[in-house]
């Protein structure tokens, strides 16, 4: 099992970065498949980018290909969104997921039911 808590949120005006940060407690956190989501009220949960337990394959939703990347540091429980040249569309609150899921890359990767395990979130608002 692995707790999340996602941090890094905030206010920023379009064309500008943030940095999101995803840190998890428990148990071998190299074996799990990590993944950003985003919401925005009224509207289902999105996937933005997934990266599997070595950090060898990441995948990223179109709309944010080329602007944001997520790594991992395994040695430090943590994995990262490095989110440039924001804009409005970007405004929602993000999740951090993971999912067990050692020696493989997750099929389902932009699926939220593919996950158990999810951080509280955190906002990301962009200002025009």
């Known amino acids: 099992q692995v707790q999340l808590v996602e941090s890094g949120g905030g206010l920023v005006q379009t064309g500008g970065s943030l940095r999101l940060s995803c840190a998890a407690s428990?148990?071998?956190?190299?074996?799990?498949?990590m993944a950003w989501f985003r919401q925005v009220p009224g509207k289902e949960g999105e996937f933005v980018a997934a990266i599997n337990w070595r950090g060898t394959m990441t995948n990223y939703a179109d709309s944010v290909k080329g602007r944001f990347t997520i790594s991992r540091d395994n040695a430090k429980n943590t994995v990262y969104l490095e989110m440039n040249s924001l804009n409005p569309e970007d405004t929602a609150v993000y999740y951090c997921?993971?999912?067990?899921?050692?020696?493989?890359?997750?099929?389902?990767?932009?699926?939220?039911?593919?996950?158990?395990?999810w951080g509280q979130g955190t906002q990301v608002t962009v200002s025009s």
């Open positions: 428990g148990r071998a956190f190299s074996h799990y498949a």
């Open positions: 997921a993971a999912e067990y899921a050692p020696f493989t890359s997750l099929t389902n990767y932009a699926s939220t039911n593919e996950y158990h395990y």
